[in-house]
C-alpha cells in the first residue's frame, strides 16, 4: 500500500487469528478500518448508491462477477458441498 493509504477488513469467515503487519502499517502511517456491510444495509441513502453503483458498473461493462460455479436446483446439496469445500474463487449460482 501506497503511504497513508486505508487498509479494509472485510470478510472474516473464520475464527482463526489473522495475521497484521504491524510494523508495516505503522512505517507507512497506514489507517486499519474494519467493515461490515450492516452499515450499507441499514442506511437507505448508502443503500441506494451502492445498488446504483453495481447495476451501472454491470450495465457498463466495468463490473464482471466471477462466476466459480454453476449448479442447477436439483443439485443444491452439491453446491452446499463446494461452498463448504472453501476451494472457490469467486461466487456459487444456483439457477431455479
Not at 466459480?68 to 436446483?73: G, N
Request: charged letters at 20%.
Amino acid at each position: 500500500m501506497s503511504r497513508g493509504g486505508t487498509l479494509i477488513e472485510f470478510g472474516g469467515l473464520s475464527d482463526e487469528p489473522t495475521p497484521f503487519p504491524l510494523f508495516t502499517v505503522l512505517s507507512k502511517s497506514l489507517t486499519l478500518r474494519g467493515y461490515l456491510v450492516h452499515e450499507i444495509l441499514t442506511d437507505p441513502a448508502r443503500l441506494a448508491a451502492a445498488k446504483a453503483f453495481i447495476l451501472d458498473g454491470l450495465a457498463a461493462g466495468l463490473l464482471k462477477p466471477v462466476i466459480a460455479a454453476t449448479f442447477p436446483f436439483e443439485r443444491i446439496v452439491d453446491a452446499h458441498r463446494f461452498l463448504e469445500s472453501n476451494e472457490q474463487l469467486g461466487k456459487i449460482v444456483v439457477t431455479v
